[in-house]
C-alpha cells in the first residue's frame, strides 16, 4: 500500500506491505469498520472517489489487533480496493 499511496504519510508501517489479493480476501488485518467514520462519510457532500480516497486513509492509519493471514470480513477491504482502482 505504501506504493500505491505514498502520500498517506501516516500509513502504520503493518499496512505498507499488505497486497490488493489480501484486501479482497479479507485477510489484510485491516481495523474493524468504525460506525462513526462510517457515519461521517456517508453523511459527507464529497463524491464518492473522496470519500473512498479519505476513508481509505483513515483506515490504513490506524493499528488492529486482527491477524493479517486469517479471514476476516472488512468492509473496508472492498473501501481500499475500490480507492486504488
Keep these: ?3 500505491i499511496f505514498p502520500e498517506f504519510g501516516g500509513m502504520h508501517q503493518r499496512y505498507h506491505d499488505i497486497t490488493v489479493v489480501e484486501l479482497l480476501s479479507h485477510s489484510a488485518g485491516l481495523p474493524e469498520d ?10 459527507s ?20 489487533d486482527n491477524q ?10 472492498y473501501v481500499v480496493v475500490a480507492a486504488i482502482l
Excluded: P, T
Excluded at 468504525?34 to 453523511?43: K, R, Y
Excluded at 473522496?50 to 483506515?59: F, G, K, M, P
Design 1 to 3: 500500500m505504501a506504493e
Design 34 to 43: 468504525d460506525d462513526e467514520v462510517w457515519s461521517s462519510f456517508v453523511q
Design 45 to 64: 457532500s464529497a463524491s464518492l472517489i473522496e470519500q473512498r480516497y479519505a476513508l481509505s486513509e483513515e483506515a490504513l492509519a490506524y493499528d488492529s
Design 68 to 77: 493479517r493471514g486469517k479471514f476476516l470480513y472488512r468492509n473496508i477491504n
